[in-house]
């Protein structure tokens, strides 16, 4: 959202890429489908595996094979790793200025931007020269509705790699007559890749296992609304440095 706002007020195109399996394609016909200009997918069973450091460097590789840029924006962490390190990683790689934590975007030219992100206690405006990374928060602009003419525009659009090897694929004919129904998709060799950054040789983390932790109370009390028993629960927080 906050890229096609930019491109509303400034021009220029918007790319999408994101690097993950096969069906990660459903991602770039979503954003196809709110406006975006192009998209490319990662995809190559040699990312498999890949840690933060394995995947910025991927990503990386991905956007620099993409062309030129002025801009390259990702949200501030994903949803399964959660560790916000993605995308200043992927600044590093690619020898640009960062800001994290952007929640607005107050002005953007040819050759610079300004920008408000969120710090601990309040906020900062940022003016800082292109190109240049963002991460952007949750709450930043929300993201626009899927246009219904793009929908169905791309509803069929497809990685080649992906298409049926016996050649059965439905409405081929379509993706004759109309090329932007084929999402590009890269592997390893097309980004120029070292396989020893890429999936699971380039990841010096592992995750050895995943469990949910609940945590249960000790022990639990019921106060009155009493002066008096106002007054101990506040002595016993003082008394074992809780609060004081």
């Given at each position: 959202e906050t890229a096609f706002r930019i491109?509303?007020?400034?021009?220029?195109?918007?790319?999408?890429?994101?690097?993950?399996?096969?069906?990660?394609?459903?991602?770039?016909?979503?954003?196809?489908?709110?406006?975006?200009?192009?998209?490319?997918?990662?995809?190559?069973?040699?990312?498999?595996?890949?840690?933060?450091?394995?995947t910025s460097y991927t990503l990386a590789q991905g956007i620099?094979?993409?062309?030129?840029?002025?801009?390259?924006?990702?949200g501030k962490q994903t949803t399964d790793g959660d560790t916000a390190q993605v995308g200043p990683q992927v600044a590093e790689k690619l020898g640009l200025n960062q800001v994290t934590y952007v929640n607005n975007i107050n002005e953007c030219t040819n050759d610079e931007i300004i920008v408000t992100r969120h710090i601990d206690g309040g906020s900062e405006k940022v003016k800082a020269p292109l190109p240049i990374m963002l991460t952007v928060n949750g709450d930043a602009a929300p993201c626009?509705?899927?246009?219904?003419?793009?929908?169905?525009?791309?509803?069929?659009a497809m990685t080649p790699i992906e298409r049926p090897a016996d050649g059965n694929l439905p409405y081929a004919?379509?993706?004759?007559?109309?090329?932007?129904?084929?999402?590009?998709?890269?592997?390893?060799?097309?980004?120029?890749?070292?396989?020893?950054?890429?999936?699971?040789a380039g990841s010096p983390t592992k995750v050895k296992a995943v469990q949910n932790i609940v945590f249960k109370a000790k022990e639990s009390r019921t106060l009155?609304?009493?002066?008096?028993?106002?007054?101990?629960?506040i002595k016993e927080l003082l008394a074992n440095h809780t609060i004081g």
């Open positions: 491109r509303e007020e400034v021009g220029g195109s918007v790319h999408v890429i994101s690097m993950g399996p096969p069906q990660a394609q459903q991602v770039i016909r979503e954003a196809f489908a709110m406006g975006a200009d192009g998209g490319t997918l990662l995809s190559d069973r040699k990312f498999g595996g890949a840690d933060v450091l394995a620099k094979s993409c062309g030129d840029f002025d801009l390259i924006l990702c626009r509705p899927r246009n219904a003419k793009l929908v169905m525009k791309y509803k069929r004919e379509e993706y004759e007559k109309h090329p932007y129904l084929n999402i590009t998709q890269w592997t390893v060799a097309d980004v120029d890749g070292d396989l020893q950054q890429c999936g699971l009155t609304d009493s002066d008096n028993d106002v007054n101990e629960l």
